[in-house]
Each structure stands twice: as structure tokens, then as C-alpha cells.
């Protein structure tokens, strides 16, 4: 059975989401649907990039991934579809395949060819669907449009490491759903500062000392009792080895997470530093 993937900023209280899939079982009536997530915030790319890097590798060859964000049609925002590793990519030509793929140049790309009502805002979305669907059909790539040897390039925001190597300073790029901020810093970076001391993890006035690998070492690292840990902030490593703030077994309905106790938010800078002397907690 063929797989398509769906990834869009459409939310789930709205009937678009059901009308793409509607769409792609009036095509294919026994293909595999999956969605990544609906939940982007609008137009964000750095946060649909994050989403897709870390996830698209571990579908079967010949997934189909449709990422219905920013997609809208233009003359500056053409529709494409990549093939890269054996999969494949519809999408706009707004750079965030730059972003998932960290060698584009590698790919196969198409713009793909628009027919019908350009004025009709939800044709763009239409035309993805269309051009997956024809993917999963076995149809050439060349049927759906002409080949091109360039694409939007966006480059991701990275951290940056002080002139004497002491300090890191990144942002959060990713706020997930218990509310844990995921940063751009990543652990091989952090492996870079030089120097002797304590490394400190700082946001605002907010200090961590010791960067963890799991949520639970808390605990069993930390010297306190399971039950104990519940609402402490940690820092640690998350599953891509990136940075993350987080606290423990949060939830953002209830008790709250990171981003709303911390006051969190998308972009906001943090720093990691060997310091000399300090009185962190």
C-alpha cells in the first residue's frame, strides 16, 4: 500500500484537512494517509523544517510527504515536487525544503505545472494534492512539470559561540506540546566552548548547571525521590541531541510547561557559558 504524509498549519477545527484527504481517496482509494501534524503555527517554516527532519526519514521509500504550509500559489511562491533518498517532497518553492534537506542540491526537483482558477485559495493545496497523488500512481516526475536546477534557499538560524569560546548564545526554535523548549543548540556544538569552570545554562534569570540526557535522571541523578521531581525545570538533551528546557512531566491543560511558567516563547535567546564562579541553582 502507497503512503502520502500531510503536514499543514490548517488546525483540526476546520474542514480542510478532511477535504485533502477526501481528495486523495477519490484518486487512491487504498492509500495509507498519515499526518505528521496540522498543528504548525501559521506560516511558520523554521517549526514545519524541525517537524519534517526528524520524522520523514522513518517512513518506508516512495512516501509522498504534501507540506501544505505557506503554499499558496505566486509568481514568487511556485509549487514543486523533490525527490531525495527515494522519497518524495510537494511543497512551494519557499525555501523550507532547504531546511529539511541538508544536501538539496542532491535532489530531483520539478516546478509543477498550475492549471485551473489561480484566484482560488484553495487550488494551490489542490494542485499538491493532485501531483502527489500522480507521484503514488507511478507516473514520471517529467509529466507533472519541467525540471529546475534551483530552489528558495533559507538558511536556519544557528547558534553563535563567543570570540573566546567561552559562551554559546541560540534561540528556541520549537516549542513541542508538553510545552518543552527545544533550542538550536546542539549537543556537538556545546562541545565546543573551551575553558574550566561550571557550564551554565541561562535564560532570563533562569540557571542550569547540569544538562541531563533523560527526564527522569532528575531523579535518579539528582538524589530526589520520583514523586518529588514533579514542576522542576531541568535542562537536558532531547531525542535529536538538541538543547531543551523543559519541566518535568508538565502539561500545558493543567500543572503548565516550560513555555507558559518560564515564559518561553519562539525565538527567544538563551545561552550556555563556562563560568568561573557562580551561584546557580
Known amino acids: 500500500m502507497s503512503t502520502i504524509t500531510l503536514t499543514s498549519d490548517f488546525g483540526l477545527k476546520d474542514y480542510h484537512v478532511a477535504s485533502l484527504k477526501g481528495s486523495i481517496l477519490s484518486e487512491i482509494n487504498n492509500t495509507n494517509i498519515i499526518d505528521i501534524s496540522h498543528?504548525?503555527?501559521?506560516?511558520?517554516?523554521?517549526?514545519?523544517?524541525?517537524i519534517l527532519r526528524n520524522s520523514y526519514h522513518k517512513f518506508p521509500k516512495k512516501t509522498v510527504h504534501v507540506i501544505a504550509v505557506?503554499?499558496?500559489?505566486?509568481?514568487?511562491?511556485?509549487?514543486?515536487?523533490?525527490?531525495?533518498?527515494?522519497?518524495?517532497?510537494?511543497?512551494?518553492?519557499?525555501?523550507?525544503?532547504?531546511m529539511i534537506i541538508d544536501d538539496v542540491e542532491n535532489a530531483e526537483i520539478y516546478a509543477i505545472n498550475i492549471t485551473g482558477n489561480l484566484w482560488d485559495n484553495f487550488n494551490s493545496t489542490s494542485t499538491l494534492i493532485s501531483s502527489a497523488c500522480h507521484i503514488l500512481k507511478g507516473k514520471k516526475l517529467s509529466t507533472i512539470g519541467r525540471k529546475i536546477s534551483t530552489i528558495k534557499k533559507l538558511s536556519p538560524l544557528n547558534p553563535i559561540i563567543s570570540k573566546d569560546g567561552?559562551?554559546?548564545?541560540?534561540?528556541?526554535?520549537?516549542?513541542?506540546?508538553?510545552?518543552?523548549?527545544?533550542?538550536?543548540?546542539?549537543?556537538d556544538f556545546i562541545n565546543n566552548i573551551k575553558g574550566e569552570g561550571n557550564m551554565v545554562v541561562t535564560f532570563r534569570n533562569h540557571f542550569w548547571n547540569k544538562i541531563f540526557n533523560q527526564y527522569n535522571e532528575i531523579a535518579?541523578?539528582?538524589?530526589?525521590?520520583?514523586?518529588?521531581?514533579?514542576?522542576?525545570?531541568?535542562?537536558?538533551?532531547?531525542?535529536?541531541?538538541?538543547l531543551e528546557i523543559a519541566i518535568y512531566r508538565s502539561n500545558l491543560d493543567t500543572?503548565?510547561?516550560a513555555s507558559t511558567l518560564l515564559g518561553i516563547r519562539y525565538l527567544d535567546t538563551l545561552t550556555v557559558e563556562i563560568q568561573n564562579n557562580t551561584d546557580t541553582k
Do not use: H
Not at 39 to 50: D, G, H, K, V
Not at 168 to 185: E, K, L, P, Q, R
Open 255 to 257: 500543572v503548565g510547561g
Open 39 to 50: 498543528q504548525i503555527s501559521p506560516f511558520n517554516l523554521t517549526e514545519t523544517a524541525y
Open 166 to 187: 567561552r559562551k554559546i548564545t541560540g534561540n528556541i526554535i520549537y516549542i513541542d506540546n508538553y510545552g518543552n523548549a527545544i533550542s538550536n543548540i546542539s549537543r
Open 220 to 242: 535518579y541523578k539528582g538524589g530526589i525521590k520520583m514523586n518529588d521531581c514533579d514542576g522542576k525545570k531541568l535542562a537536558l538533551f532531547n531525542s535529536e541531541d538538541l
Open 70 to 98: 505557506d503554499s499558496e500559489y505566486s509568481d514568487d511562491n511556485k509549487l514543486i515536487v523533490a525527490k531525495y533518498n527515494n522519497q518524495y517532497f510537494v511543497c512551494a518553492d519557499n525555501g523550507v525544503l532547504t
